[in-house]
């Protein structure tokens, strides 16, 4: 049974950064993507940044290109989101989720798949910023 868990939220300025990390474990394949999607009050959720553990491939909507870098540790345990010069619009409850070959079109070009297509998910955790 894939566990996940995210932590690392909190409240920070605008410009300020946060780390978020996912950790997530009971994998039977290597070849999972983990996914960052985060939901605004009031709004629907939005996948934000993918990376693959088998190979590295990661993806960032346009959100938060540039801003945001999501990278493993050495033993694929966890993922972390590295978030950079933070807006107040950033404010979201974020959340780590995992599927296979979910991100694949997003790697290649295309757009990240919706929340349905992820059969597992954290609790979330709330970043909040202020402004």
């Known amino acids: 049974e894939v566990q996940i868990a995210e932590s690392g939220g909190g409240l920070v300025q605008a410009g300020g950064s946060l780390r978020l990390s996912c950790a997530a474990s009971?994998?039977?394949?290597?070849?999972?993507?983990i996914a960052w999607f985060r939901q605004a009050p009031g709004k629907e959720r939005q996948g934000i940044s993918c990376?693959?553990?088998?190979?590295?491939?990661?993806f960032y909507s346009g959100s938060v290109k540039g801003r945001f870098t999501v990278s493993t540790d050495d033993a694929k345990n966890k993922v972390y989101l590295q978030m950079n010069s933070l807006e107040s619009e950033d404010t979201a409850v974020y959340y780590c989720?995992?599927?296979?070959?979910?991100?694949?079109?997003?790697?290649?070009?295309?757009?990240?798949?919706?929340?349905?297509?992820?059969?597992?998910w954290g609790q979330g955790t709330q970043v909040t910023v202020s402004s």
């Open positions: 990376i693959n553990l088998g190979d590295g491939s990661t």
């Open positions: 989720a995992a599927e296979r070959g979910a991100c694949t079109s997003a790697y290649n070009g295309g757009s990240m798949l919706g929340p349905a297509n992820f059969g597992s």
């Open positions: 009971g994998f039977h394949s290597p070849d999972f993507d």
